[in-house]
Nanobody
Framework: QVQLSESGGGAVQAGGSLRLSCVAS????????MGWFRQAPGKDREFVAA????????TYADCAKGRFTISRDNAKTTVYLQMNSLKEADTAAYHC???????????????WGRGTQVTVSS
């Protein structure tokens, strides 16, 4: 079955950086788009970024533009989220997701990871 496993979260001070990784298994990875979402306590899950199967197309939420970069390595079946200039407002559980680009951007991909926690302090 499809499995997505995130890593790379942690505690960081405002202004710092983290790189999240998500390894996929049980799927033809380079046939699907990937995305990153986040959910803070008491808030709805929100879209962060998406990348097409080839890596040629990327889409970012306003909260991520200019600070976050999504990338993928199809040989390693891994998608990354490089997060720079982190803010307290970025504190959330970050989840990767897999599906068609349309479904990922619509926040309805069929497969989700369990998430990795990012905590940003001032």
């Amino acid at each position: 079955q499809v499995q997505l496993s995130e890593s790379g979260g942690g505690a960081v001070q405002a202004g710092g950086s983290l790189r999240l990784s998500c390894v996929a298994s049980g799927v033809t990875f380079d046939s699907y788009a990937m995305g990153w979402f986040r959910q803070a306590p008491g808030k709805d899950r929100e879209f962060v970024a998406a990348i097409s199967w080839s890596g040629n197309r990327t889409t970012y939420a306003d909260c991520a533009k200019g600070r976050f970069t999504i990338s993928r390595d199809n040989a390693k079946t891994t998608v990354y989220l490089q997060m720079n200039s982190l803010k307290e407002a970025d504190t959330a559980a970050y989840h990767c997701a897999l599906g068609s680009l349309r479904l990922v951007v619509a926040a309805t991909p069929p497969y989700w990871g369990r998430g990795t926690q990012v905590t940003v302090s001032s």
